[in-house]
């Protein structure tokens, strides 16, 4: 058996390797507009039921896409921003170096 691996050095073997860069920030993207998403909808004291009414999305697609787990078309963020009484926002922004 192979000696263990720290985590910096895990996740820079993992990182070298082709494609895996995109789908890092692929994730990332997920993520954070899940987070918000979750956050915001919280925020207005909504289940996940209630936004998934005020979206015309059913609960489980709602816990999904909070849970980061999909990546949501540009109709779909405009309905969940209605939804949340937000306006939506898309921007360009200048790559950051990983950590």
Do not use: H
Request: proline share 5%; net charge positive.
């Amino acid at each position: 058996m192979g000696e263990r691996k720290a985590w910096s050095e895990k996740r820079a073997e993992i990182m070298g390797r082709p494609g895996a860069g995109a789908a890092y920030e692929a994730a990332r993207i997920r993520f954070e507009l899940g987070e918000a998403v979750r956050l915001r909808r919280e925020e207005l004291g909504l289940t996940q039921a209630e936004l998934a009414e005020r979206t015309g999305l059913k609960q489980p697609a709602v816990a999904r896409f909070e849970a980061g787990g999909t990546m949501p078309t540009i109709p779909m963020l405009e309905r969940l921003a209605e939804a949340l009484e937000l306006r939506l926002s898309v921007q360009f922004q200048p790559m950051r170096e990983a950590c």
